[in-house]
């Protein structure tokens, strides 16, 4: 389905504040897209994870014990590559790739716990029932 006229110019003015707000961000999001090796990963793995189910039927339909070893083995190594392939495409859409994203992520403030944040609620309650 299409987007309208409205939509269109909305999405434009988004794009446009995003790039005026950070230049860098928008322009990693901008080169990268889904990796056309992440998706032929992916459909590897697939095809992969079906001909290891198609051993591991045809091992137990034949009683070979190894032949059903091996379609297990075949069919869990295609499932990892669809996942791995599958989980590595969002990342580096959100967060960039290279030196630049790790040098962001350093300079973040670092989280608290949950212990810290819990410590911190209840300095506050005793705080404010004391005053």
């Not at 069919?75 to 960039?96: D, F, H, N, Q, W």
Request: proline share 4%; no cysteine; charged share 25%.
């Amino acid at each position: 389905m299409p987007l309208s006229e409205h939509e269109q110019r909305l999405l434009e003015q988004m794009e446009r504040a995003l790039y005026a707000e950070d230049p860098k961000f928008a322009s990693s999001l901008r080169s990268s897209g889904p990796r056309s090796g992440s998706r032929r990963a992916a459909a590897f793995g697939v095809l992969a994870a079906l001909a290891g189910v198609a051993l591991l039927v045809g091992g137990a339909a034949t009683s070979i014990i190894l032949l059903g070893v091996l379609g297990f083995l075949v069919m869990l190594a295609g499932t990892y590559a669809v996942i791995r392939s599958l989980k590595a495409a969002p990342e580096a859409a959100a967060t960039g790739t290279g030196k630049n994203a790790k040098q962001g992520k350093a300079a973040k403030a670092p989280r608290t716990g949950f212990m810290d944040r819990l410590d911190e609620r209840n300095r506050k309650r005793r705080e404010g029932d004391g005053a």
